[in-house]
């Protein structure tokens, strides 16, 4: 079964500064993994996803993932964290047709 | 394209009442998905179709909840009757045949009073 561990429910950050959200998988084999962003009131979308090609991944909005699979970890980062990346963030892992969450982790930039 | 579309986008009811959540897929989009997101749980899948059948409904919390698919661009999740604990936000997401990624909706927010 495959599953998905984000550590740190809350991380916070200066605007500016560097932004990193860890996320560990655990999978028999290579997943498709993907971060999911939520900003308040809304739906998720789509950050990025990682499909077995390049292993550093870039996405939306100045945010990339590297996929490691020694380290069995996709962490996101972000080089200067702005405002208006206040959300909350999910490592998702896909399986056939269906997902697995990780818990979230909330992202609060203050000025 | 419109996305996914979810209605209503709030609901308040009293405990005991049948609510019915309803959701429009991105046409096309051959799965559908329900889930269900609370601070307890976090995002639980409910249950999901494939070209409107029904595949897995194993994350459905009990026999109050149901789900239809009677057309490939609606899809419906009954509760009857409804509890406190079944306030939540509710959201569909589809995905077309091979595809990789899920695409959400807004979500329904649903207080049962």
């Known amino acids: 079964a495959q599953s998905v561990t984000q550590l740190g429910s809350h991380v916070s950050v200066s605007e500016g500064a560097l932004v990193l959200l860890r996320c560990n998988y655990s999978s028999s084999v290579p997943p498709y993994l993907f971060w999911y962003v939520q900003y308040p009131n809304q739906g998720l979308q789509l950050l990025l996803k990682y499909t077995s090609a390049a292993t550093l991944v870039k996405g939306i909005n100045g945010f990339e993932a590297e996929f490691k699979k020694s380290e069995t970890s996709f962490h996101l980062t972000k080089p200067s964290a702005h405002m208006s990346d206040a959300a909350e963030y999910f490592c998702?892992?896909?399986?056939?047709?269906?997902?697995?969450f990780g818990k979230g982790t909330m992202l609060l930039v203050s000025p | 394209d419109a996305g996914v579309i979810q209605s209503p986008r709030h609901e308040v009811t009293e405990m005991g009442q049948e609510v019915t959540l309803r959701c429009k897929p991105i046409?096309?989009?051959?799965?559908l998905f329900w889930y269900r997101q609370t601070m307890m749980r976090g995002l639980e899948l409910l249950i999901y179709f494939n070209n409107n059948v029904p595949i897995d409904d194993s994350g459905m919390p009990e026999d109050r909840f149901s789900a239809k698919m009677p057309n490939a661009s609606f899809s419906t999740l009954k509760i009857q009757p409804s509890e406190p604990r079944d306030s939540a936000v509710y959201f569909c997401?589809?995905?077309?045949?091979?595809?990789?990624?899920?695409?959400f909706g807004p979500g329904t927010r649903l207080t049962v009073l």
């Open positions: 998702v892992s896909s399986g056939y047709s269906t997902l697995t």
């Open positions: 997401a589809s995905t077309p045949e091979g595809g990789d990624t899920q695409y």
């Open positions: 046409s096309g989009h051959d799965y």
